[in-house]
Protein backbone atom coordinates (compact mmCIF):
# COMPACT_ATOMS: atom_id res chain seq x y z
CA UNK A 1 0.00 0.00 0.00
CA UNK A 2 1.11 3.61 -0.61
CA UNK A 3 1.02 6.19 1.04
CA UNK A 4 -2.20 8.40 0.24
CA UNK A 5 -2.38 11.74 -1.51
CA UNK A 6 -2.77 14.11 0.99
CA UNK A 7 -3.47 17.48 -0.21
CA UNK A 8 -3.58 19.54 2.75
CA UNK A 9 -0.20 20.86 4.44
CA UNK A 10 -1.19 22.49 7.76
CA UNK A 11 -2.18 20.69 11.00
CA UNK A 12 -2.30 21.81 14.33
CA UNK A 13 -0.75 18.47 15.30
CA UNK A 14 2.00 16.73 13.65
CA UNK A 15 3.22 13.11 15.15
CA UNK A 16 6.51 11.81 14.16
CA UNK A 17 6.79 8.17 14.51
CA UNK A 18 3.84 5.84 14.92
CA UNK A 19 5.12 2.91 16.78
CA UNK A 20 3.74 2.26 20.43
CA UNK A 21 4.59 6.01 21.66
CA UNK A 22 3.36 7.77 18.44
CA UNK A 23 0.12 5.70 17.76
CA UNK A 24 -0.97 6.60 21.05
CA UNK A 25 -0.25 10.16 21.14
CA UNK A 26 -1.88 10.35 17.61
CA UNK A 27 -5.04 8.66 18.83
CA UNK A 28 -5.48 10.91 21.99
CA UNK A 29 -4.99 14.00 20.11
CA UNK A 30 -7.07 12.88 17.34
CA UNK A 31 -9.96 12.11 20.63
CA UNK A 32 -10.44 16.54 21.12
CA UNK A 33 -8.74 17.67 17.36
CA UNK A 34 -10.06 15.68 15.20
CA UNK A 35 -8.64 15.95 11.79
CA UNK A 36 -6.15 18.44 13.07
CA UNK A 37 -3.97 15.31 13.75
CA UNK A 38 -1.25 14.14 10.60
CA UNK A 39 0.95 11.44 11.81
CA UNK A 40 3.83 10.08 9.62
CA UNK A 41 6.07 6.87 10.23
CA UNK A 42 8.91 6.53 7.85
CA UNK A 43 8.25 2.46 7.05
CA UNK A 44 4.82 0.63 6.72
CA UNK A 45 2.14 0.67 9.82
CA UNK A 46 3.17 -2.67 11.99
CA UNK A 47 6.75 -3.11 11.09
CA UNK A 48 9.12 -4.49 12.94
CA UNK A 49 12.36 -2.74 12.48
CA UNK A 50 12.31 -0.83 15.70
CA UNK A 51 10.66 -1.59 19.27
CA UNK A 52 6.93 -1.62 19.46
CA UNK A 53 5.68 -4.92 17.72
CA UNK A 54 5.34 -8.67 18.63
CA UNK A 55 2.24 -10.10 20.35
CA UNK A 56 3.02 -9.28 23.97
CA UNK A 57 4.52 -6.88 26.32
CA UNK A 58 4.25 -7.00 29.93
CA UNK A 59 2.20 -4.74 32.04
CA UNK A 60 2.47 -4.49 35.67
CA UNK A 61 1.62 -2.12 38.39
CA UNK A 62 4.97 -3.19 40.60
CA UNK A 63 7.57 -0.64 39.86
CA UNK A 64 10.76 0.64 41.86
CA UNK A 65 9.39 4.02 42.26
CA UNK A 66 5.73 5.64 43.28
CA UNK A 67 5.88 7.97 40.16
CA UNK A 68 6.17 4.99 37.64
CA UNK A 69 3.49 2.87 40.26
CA UNK A 70 0.99 6.01 39.82
CA UNK A 71 2.03 6.27 35.97
CA UNK A 72 0.87 2.34 35.58
CA UNK A 73 -2.37 2.89 37.18
CA UNK A 74 -2.63 5.62 34.56
CA UNK A 75 -1.75 3.52 32.00
CA UNK A 76 -4.74 0.90 32.72
CA UNK A 77 -7.12 3.56 33.18
CA UNK A 78 -5.73 4.55 29.03
CA UNK A 79 -5.78 0.77 28.08
CA UNK A 80 -8.97 0.48 29.32
CA UNK A 81 -10.19 3.74 27.62
CA UNK A 82 -9.02 2.67 23.82
CA UNK A 83 -10.42 -0.95 24.51
CA UNK A 84 -14.20 0.78 24.86
CA UNK A 85 -13.74 2.68 21.80
CA UNK A 86 -11.98 -0.21 19.37
CA UNK A 87 -14.84 -2.49 21.18
CA UNK A 88 -11.37 -4.60 21.42
CA UNK A 89 -9.35 -6.24 23.99
CA UNK A 90 -5.78 -5.09 24.70
CA UNK A 91 -4.80 -5.95 27.71
CA UNK A 92 -5.14 -9.52 29.44
CA UNK A 93 -4.44 -9.73 33.09
CA UNK A 94 -2.12 -12.94 33.86
CA UNK A 95 -0.82 -11.88 36.97
CA UNK A 96 2.81 -11.07 37.74
CA UNK A 97 5.51 -12.62 39.99
CA UNK A 98 8.91 -10.66 40.81
CA UNK A 99 11.46 -13.24 41.65
CA UNK A 100 14.72 -12.67 42.84
CA UNK A 101 17.66 -13.96 45.17
CA UNK A 102 17.75 -12.20 48.46
CA UNK A 103 20.74 -10.34 47.48
CA UNK A 104 19.97 -9.41 43.88
CA UNK A 105 20.97 -6.64 42.50
CA UNK A 106 17.60 -5.41 42.34
CA UNK A 107 16.29 -4.76 45.48
CA UNK A 108 12.58 -6.06 45.56
CA UNK A 109 12.21 -3.68 48.72
CA UNK A 110 11.96 -0.87 46.56
CA UNK A 111 8.97 -2.49 45.09
CA UNK A 112 6.97 -3.33 47.86
CA UNK A 113 7.91 0.17 49.45
CA UNK A 114 6.25 1.80 46.08
CA UNK A 115 3.42 -0.72 45.80
CA UNK A 116 2.66 0.05 50.04
CA UNK A 117 3.05 4.07 49.20
CA UNK A 118 0.47 3.58 46.43
CA UNK A 119 -1.88 1.56 48.05
CA UNK A 120 -1.52 -1.04 45.64
CA UNK A 121 -2.26 -4.56 46.77
CA UNK A 122 0.72 -7.21 46.75
CA UNK A 123 1.87 -10.77 48.28
CA UNK A 124 5.24 -11.18 49.75
CA UNK A 125 6.19 -14.84 49.14
CA UNK A 126 8.90 -16.94 50.02
CA UNK A 127 10.52 -19.72 47.30
CA UNK A 128 7.78 -22.46 48.56
CA UNK A 129 5.00 -20.53 48.70
CA UNK A 130 6.03 -19.75 44.79
CA UNK A 131 6.38 -22.88 44.01
CA UNK A 132 3.48 -24.68 45.90
CA UNK A 133 1.61 -21.83 43.73
CA UNK A 134 3.62 -22.49 40.39
CA UNK A 135 5.24 -26.08 40.93
CA UNK A 136 6.91 -24.93 37.02
CA UNK A 137 9.68 -22.91 39.09
CA UNK A 138 12.49 -24.86 40.47
CA UNK A 139 13.38 -22.40 43.73
CA UNK A 140 15.51 -22.34 46.43
CA UNK A 141 15.73 -20.80 50.25
CA UNK A 142 17.80 -18.03 49.00
CA UNK A 143 14.54 -16.81 46.31
CA UNK A 144 11.52 -14.73 46.87
CA UNK A 145 8.91 -12.80 45.09
CA UNK A 146 6.52 -10.16 44.86
CA UNK A 147 2.97 -11.49 43.54
CA UNK A 148 0.60 -8.95 41.86
CA UNK A 149 -2.76 -9.83 40.70
CA UNK A 150 -2.63 -6.74 38.04
CA UNK A 151 -0.15 -7.37 35.99
CA UNK A 152 -0.31 -8.96 32.51
CA UNK A 153 0.06 -9.01 28.95
CA UNK A 154 -0.51 -5.93 26.83
CA UNK A 155 -0.94 -7.15 23.61
CA UNK A 156 1.31 -5.36 21.26
CA UNK A 157 0.68 -5.40 17.93
CA UNK A 158 -3.06 -5.39 18.42
CA UNK A 159 -2.76 -2.33 20.78
CA UNK A 160 -0.81 -0.61 17.80
CA UNK A 161 -3.04 -1.44 15.13
CA UNK A 162 -6.36 -0.01 17.55
CA UNK A 163 -4.78 3.45 18.40
CA UNK A 164 -4.21 3.60 14.55
CA UNK A 165 -7.46 2.64 13.61
CA UNK A 166 -9.13 4.81 16.30
CA UNK A 167 -6.88 7.66 15.60
CA UNK A 168 -8.17 7.31 11.70
CA UNK A 169 -11.99 6.70 12.98
CA UNK A 170 -11.38 10.24 15.16
CA UNK A 171 -10.15 12.36 11.70
CA UNK A 172 -6.43 12.10 12.17
CA UNK A 173 -4.34 11.58 8.63
CA UNK A 174 -1.88 8.56 8.86
CA UNK A 175 0.61 8.06 6.50
CA UNK A 176 3.10 5.33 5.64
CA UNK A 177 6.46 4.73 4.07
CA UNK A 178 6.79 8.78 4.47
CA UNK A 179 10.06 9.30 5.87
CA UNK A 180 11.07 12.87 7.08
CA UNK A 181 14.20 14.74 5.62
CA UNK A 182 13.69 17.79 7.77
CA UNK A 183 12.19 19.37 10.55
CA UNK A 184 12.80 22.85 11.45
CA UNK A 185 10.98 26.00 13.80
CA UNK A 186 9.93 28.87 11.39
CA UNK A 187 6.96 31.70 12.02
CA UNK A 188 6.64 30.53 15.61
CA UNK A 189 5.33 27.09 13.98
CA UNK A 190 6.89 23.62 12.98
CA UNK A 191 7.83 22.84 9.50
CA UNK A 192 8.01 19.00 8.85
CA UNK A 193 9.73 17.65 4.94
CA UNK A 194 8.64 14.50 4.37
CA UNK A 195 8.01 11.88 1.37
CA UNK A 196 8.74 15.17 -0.46
CA UNK A 197 5.86 17.37 0.63
CA UNK A 198 6.25 20.14 3.24
CA UNK A 199 4.03 20.58 6.17
CA UNK A 200 3.49 23.21 8.89
CA UNK A 201 2.01 22.73 12.16
CA UNK A 202 1.18 24.69 15.59
CA UNK A 203 2.56 21.61 17.42
CA UNK A 204 4.92 18.71 16.95
CA UNK A 205 5.39 15.43 18.91
CA UNK A 206 8.55 13.38 18.57
CA UNK A 207 8.05 9.68 19.37
CA UNK A 208 11.21 8.03 16.77
CA UNK A 209 12.45 5.63 19.44
CA UNK A 210 15.97 4.62 17.72
CA UNK A 211 15.54 7.48 15.29
CA UNK A 212 15.44 9.92 18.06
CA UNK A 213 18.52 11.28 17.90
CA UNK A 214 19.12 12.06 14.14
CA UNK A 215 15.76 13.81 14.29
CA UNK A 216 16.51 15.79 17.57
CA UNK A 217 19.85 16.63 16.17
CA UNK A 218 18.43 18.79 13.70
CA UNK A 219 16.72 21.28 16.52
CA UNK A 220 19.65 21.02 18.70
CA UNK A 221 18.95 18.88 20.68
CA UNK A 222 21.45 16.36 22.19
CA UNK A 223 21.64 13.64 24.56
CA UNK A 224 23.32 10.52 25.22
CA UNK A 225 21.17 7.96 23.92
CA UNK A 226 22.19 3.82 23.18
CA UNK A 227 20.43 1.86 20.77
CA UNK A 228 20.81 -2.63 21.86
CA UNK A 229 19.53 -4.95 19.98
CA UNK A 230 17.51 -7.28 21.90
CA UNK A 231 15.73 -10.29 21.64
CA UNK A 232 12.67 -12.49 22.51
CA UNK A 233 12.78 -16.45 22.17
CA UNK A 234 9.53 -18.85 22.18
CA UNK A 235 10.02 -22.33 22.86
CA UNK A 236 7.14 -24.86 21.64
CA UNK A 237 6.98 -26.22 25.60
CA UNK A 238 5.85 -30.15 25.80
CA UNK A 239 3.63 -28.65 28.64
CA UNK A 240 1.17 -26.17 27.17
CA UNK A 241 -1.45 -26.54 29.94
CA UNK A 242 1.41 -25.38 32.41
CA UNK A 243 1.78 -22.43 31.09
CA UNK A 244 -1.48 -21.37 29.71
CA UNK A 245 -2.54 -17.33 30.91
CA UNK A 246 -4.96 -18.38 33.72
CA UNK A 247 -2.47 -20.88 34.97
CA UNK A 248 0.71 -18.98 34.88
CA UNK A 249 1.97 -15.43 35.34
CA UNK A 250 4.13 -12.97 33.69
CA UNK A 251 7.50 -12.90 35.49
CA UNK A 252 10.18 -11.18 35.59
CA UNK A 253 13.63 -12.09 37.61
CA UNK A 254 14.90 -9.13 39.17
CA UNK A 255 18.95 -9.33 39.46
CA UNK A 256 21.79 -8.84 36.88
CA UNK A 257 21.44 -10.32 34.47
CA UNK A 258 17.57 -9.84 34.65
CA UNK A 259 15.00 -12.26 32.57
CA UNK A 260 11.43 -12.58 31.81
CA UNK A 261 8.69 -14.18 30.57
CA UNK A 262 5.23 -14.82 29.81
CA UNK A 263 2.77 -17.64 29.54
CA UNK A 264 1.50 -19.25 26.00
CA UNK A 265 -0.15 -16.38 24.26
CA UNK A 266 0.34 -15.53 20.33
CA UNK A 267 2.13 -18.39 19.42
CA UNK A 268 1.73 -22.01 20.93
CA UNK A 269 4.80 -21.42 22.58
CA UNK A 270 6.23 -19.93 26.19
CA UNK A 271 8.29 -16.45 25.54
CA UNK A 272 11.46 -15.49 27.25
CA UNK A 273 14.07 -13.46 27.03
CA UNK A 274 17.39 -11.30 28.80
CA UNK A 275 16.67 -7.71 29.52
CA UNK A 276 19.01 -5.27 28.25
CA UNK A 277 21.96 -7.71 27.51
CA UNK A 278 22.23 -7.52 23.33
CA UNK A 279 24.84 -4.96 21.58
CA UNK A 280 25.15 -1.37 20.83
CA UNK A 281 23.88 -1.04 17.07
CA UNK A 282 22.35 1.98 14.88
CA UNK A 283 19.11 1.61 13.96
CA UNK A 284 19.75 1.71 10.42
CA UNK A 285 22.27 -0.75 10.28
CA UNK A 286 21.40 -3.28 12.81
CA UNK A 287 21.13 -6.47 11.68
CA UNK A 288 18.07 -8.93 12.07
CA UNK A 289 19.81 -12.17 12.77
CA UNK A 290 19.59 -13.90 16.46
CA UNK A 291 22.72 -13.81 18.67
CA UNK A 292 23.18 -17.41 19.95
CA UNK A 293 25.02 -16.31 22.84
CA UNK A 294 21.88 -14.63 24.03
CA UNK A 295 19.64 -17.12 23.33
CA UNK A 296 21.85 -20.04 25.08
CA UNK A 297 21.79 -17.67 28.19
CA UNK A 298 17.99 -17.38 28.12
CA UNK A 299 17.99 -21.64 27.61
CA UNK A 300 20.61 -21.99 30.28
CA UNK A 301 18.15 -19.89 32.54
CA UNK A 302 14.80 -21.74 32.09
CA UNK A 303 16.96 -25.14 32.33
CA UNK A 304 17.63 -24.25 35.74
CA UNK A 305 14.33 -22.29 37.41
CA UNK A 306 11.78 -23.27 34.66
CA UNK A 307 13.06 -26.23 32.52
CA UNK A 308 9.04 -26.98 31.48
CA UNK A 309 9.13 -23.91 29.39
CA UNK A 310 11.73 -25.15 27.25
CA UNK A 311 11.26 -26.77 24.11
CA UNK A 312 11.97 -26.52 20.65
CA UNK A 313 12.49 -22.66 19.57
CA UNK A 314 9.87 -21.87 17.49
CA UNK A 315 11.91 -19.01 16.59
CA UNK A 316 13.74 -16.21 17.88
CA UNK A 317 12.86 -12.68 16.76
CA UNK A 318 15.15 -9.51 17.19
CA UNK A 319 14.11 -5.36 18.30
CA UNK A 320 15.63 -2.54 19.66
CA UNK A 321 15.51 -0.54 22.87
CA UNK A 322 16.30 3.03 23.05
CA UNK A 323 18.63 3.68 26.29
CA UNK A 324 19.09 6.22 28.43
CA UNK A 325 21.80 6.15 30.79
CA UNK A 326 19.63 6.19 34.33
CA UNK A 327 16.99 3.78 32.02
CA UNK A 328 14.03 6.82 32.70
CA UNK A 329 11.65 8.33 30.45
CA UNK A 330 11.99 11.82 28.14
CA UNK A 331 8.31 13.15 28.03
CA UNK A 332 9.38 16.42 27.64
CA UNK A 333 9.79 19.91 25.57
CA UNK A 334 12.55 20.39 23.79
CA UNK A 335 14.56 23.38 25.86
CA UNK A 336 14.56 25.53 22.73
CA UNK A 337 11.10 25.12 21.02
CA UNK A 338 8.34 25.73 22.73
CA UNK A 339 6.04 23.86 20.71
CA UNK A 340 7.65 20.46 20.38
CA UNK A 341 7.51 17.42 22.49
CA UNK A 342 9.43 13.88 22.73
CA UNK A 343 8.84 10.87 24.42
CA UNK A 344 11.73 8.45 24.84
CA UNK A 345 10.83 4.79 26.48
CA UNK A 346 14.07 3.81 27.52
CA UNK A 347 13.08 0.10 26.98
CA UNK A 348 10.47 -0.26 29.52
CA UNK A 349 7.95 1.71 27.75
CA UNK A 350 5.05 -0.53 25.62
CA UNK A 351 3.04 -1.29 28.65
CA UNK A 352 2.53 2.38 29.54
CA UNK A 353 2.01 3.42 25.61
CA UNK A 354 -1.03 4.66 25.78
CA UNK A 355 -1.08 7.12 28.98
CA UNK A 356 2.47 8.58 27.55
CA UNK A 357 0.18 9.10 24.03
CA UNK A 358 -2.35 10.80 26.22
CA UNK A 359 0.73 12.46 28.46
CA UNK A 360 1.83 14.21 24.98
CA UNK A 361 -1.18 15.06 23.53
CA UNK A 362 -2.13 16.98 26.88
CA UNK A 363 1.14 18.58 26.59
CA UNK A 364 0.83 19.99 23.25
CA UNK A 365 -3.10 20.81 23.32
CA UNK A 366 -2.66 22.23 27.13
CA UNK A 367 1.18 22.93 28.20
CA UNK A 368 0.47 20.44 31.34
CA UNK A 369 -1.02 16.92 32.14
CA UNK A 370 -1.88 16.03 35.87
CA UNK A 371 0.48 13.11 35.58
CA UNK A 372 3.71 13.43 37.32
CA UNK A 373 6.68 13.53 34.49
CA UNK A 374 8.98 15.58 36.94
CA UNK A 375 11.69 13.00 36.64
CA UNK A 376 11.70 12.38 32.90
CA UNK A 377 12.82 15.92 32.09
CA UNK A 378 15.04 15.77 28.96
CA UNK A 379 17.64 18.93 30.96
CA UNK A 380 17.91 16.21 33.87
CA UNK A 381 21.75 16.24 34.92
CA UNK A 382 22.38 12.81 33.40
CA UNK A 383 21.22 13.74 30.16
CA UNK A 384 23.85 16.61 29.73
CA UNK A 385 26.75 14.47 30.30
CA UNK A 386 28.89 13.80 27.52
CA UNK A 387 30.14 10.05 28.92
CA UNK A 388 27.26 9.29 31.95
CA UNK A 389 27.42 6.48 33.58
CA UNK A 390 24.91 3.30 32.69
CA UNK A 391 22.07 1.97 35.09
CA UNK A 392 20.01 -0.32 32.96
CA UNK A 393 18.96 -2.79 35.81
CA UNK A 394 15.39 -1.11 37.38
Known amino acids: MTAPR ?49 HSRIIRLSYHTPTYVRLAQRAYECWSMLAADAKEQVVLKTGGLDVAPRDAAIDLRTYTDSLTTCGVPFESLDAAEVMRRWPQWRLGDEHHGIYQSESGIAMAARANAAHQ ?41 IAAGPWSSPVLGQLGTDIPLEVTREQVTYFRTPHPEAFAPDRFPIWIWMDDPSFYGFPIFGEAATKAARDAGGPAVTADTRSFD ?5 ERAVEQFLGRYLPDALGPVLYTKTCLYTLTPDRDFVIDRLPTHPNIWTAIGAGHAFKFASVIGRILSELAMDGSTPS ?13 MKNPPKNYMQ
Open 6 to 54: VTRKDFRYIVLGLGGLGSGAAYWLSRRAGGDVLGLEQFELGHVRGESQD
Open 165 to 205: RMARAHGATLMERTAVGSVRSIDGEVEVTAGGQRYRCESLV
Open 290 to 294: PDPAQ
Open 372 to 384: DISPFTITRPILQ
